[in-house]
């Protein structure tokens, strides 16, 4: 509890550009329960770093992804939006939670595997005690809920076993976190594979819509999209092109599958992706607007930067500072 309000972390990494499966699986969500909870939305800077990174066009990217945390509503001031890299405390309580994490453990986590397979000529260490790092995120803070995808839910339970294991020899120091799934549980899939997660790194440009795309581009896409050829707009599992789509024009629009499939009675494929395109495209220009405006404003950008980190930092202290002397690290001298 901070302030009379349960404590929600969550965050992303600042690899690749973010699509409409970011957005609807998880920044809108953020934005719809951030009122509830005390918040902190972090840039996860340092997660990036498992995998090489260009560090020009990586500073870049960071900052982008705050501006596009706040075009798409994430109020600064009322939730705290920062670096993870602004605050030392994530990789030293990492550390700590390092001698607490069996190798057993991570072996077994999927994205490991995946990523290691992916990026075989860097199998660092890093990539392999990333969901520790994670947990130091969560923990840091006290979270009580953290909002993520199903493909993190993994990590999320990593982070409650280092958590149970930590309170168990040292007493109540870390707050348990529950995950949090977004009520509407949307998963985009990607546009040249339904069956395939629509995901920032794919190479394929046509099967992601990025935030930053400009109209004709999404209209496009959405026009190329694989479907099948029956030409009826109907929600099921055997037409997993066509689903998705309905997905992503309920998610844009609000209305239900049963509303689409009445709206499109008796009209074609060609005619409704247009309408699933023209809704997207919709809330994305208006996102760009806002993130022009934001990125164009350094020193706006910059106050809030520093003011979260400075928050960030003192709330995450706290934790640390009890931490370090639970281990029995010697306090410093001032
Ligand atoms: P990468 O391709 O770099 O692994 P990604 O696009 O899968 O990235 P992440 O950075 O792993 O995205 O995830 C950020 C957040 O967005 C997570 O909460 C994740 O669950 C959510 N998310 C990512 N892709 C989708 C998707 N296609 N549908 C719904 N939610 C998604
Ligand atoms: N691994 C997460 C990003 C992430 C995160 C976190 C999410 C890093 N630290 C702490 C929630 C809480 C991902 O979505 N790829």
């Known amino acids: 509890m901070l302030n009379d309000k349960k ?13 409409i499966g970011n957005y609807f699986g998880a920044l809108s969500n953020w934005i719809k329960i951030a009122d ?46 920062y670096f993870q890299s602004h605050v030392s405390g994530h990789a030293e309580l990492a550390w700590i939670l390092n001698c607490f994490t069996y190798i ?11 990523k290691s397979a992916k990026h075989a000529d860097n199998v660092n260490a890093g990539l392999f005690t990333y969901p520790v ?44 976190p529950e995950a949090y799934l977004g009520k509407s549980g949307a998963k985009i899939m990607s546009l040249a594979d339904p069956t395939k997660k629509m995901s920032k790194s794919d ?15 999404v209209i496009r896409k959405f026009k190329r999209a694989v479907t099948d050829s029956d030409n009826e707009i109907r929600y099921d599992e055997s037409k997993p092109g066509i689903s998705n789509l309905m997905d992503i024009y309920s998610c844009a629009t609000g209305k239900s599958h049963d509303e689409i499939s009445a709206e499109f009675a008796g009209k074609g494929y060609g005619e409704f992706k247009i309408a699933v395109g023209e809704s997207v495209a919709d809330i994305l220009d208006k996102l760009q ?32 500072r009890k931490v370090k ?5 010697t306090e410093r001298i001032k």
């Open 289 to 320: 607007v806002e993130y022009d405006k934001i990125l164009a404003d350094k020193s706006y950008l910059d106050g809030i930067i520093k003011e979260n980190a400075q928050k960030a930092s003192y709330f995450s202290e706290k934790t640390l």
């Open 36 to 81: 509830e909870y005390e918040t902190f939305y972090g840039v996860m800077d340092l997660h990036s770093l498992t995998v090489r990174q260009e560090p020009a066009q990586f500073r870049k990217r960071a900052r982008s992804l705050m501006a596009l945390y706040i075009a798409a509503g994430l109020d600064p001031v009322k939730n705290c939006i």
């Open 133 to 176: 790092l994670m947990a130091a995120d969560i923990l840091l803070y006290q979270a009580d809920v953290v909002p993520v995808g199903k493909d993190q839910m993994q990590h999320l339970e990593i982070t409650r076993d280092i958590a149970i294991r930590f309170n168990n020899i040292y007493g109540d120091v870390f707050t348990v």
């Open 104 to 114: 057993g453990e991570l072996n077994r986590m999927t994205q490991f595997k995946d």
């Open 203 to 217: 190479e394929n440009l046509n099967a992601s819509i990025y935030l930053l795309d400009k109209r004709d581009d």
């Open 7 to 19: 404590v929600l972390f969550s965050g992303m990494q600042a690899t690749g550009n973010l699509t």
């Open 325 to 329: 002397k639970k281990v029995g690290l």
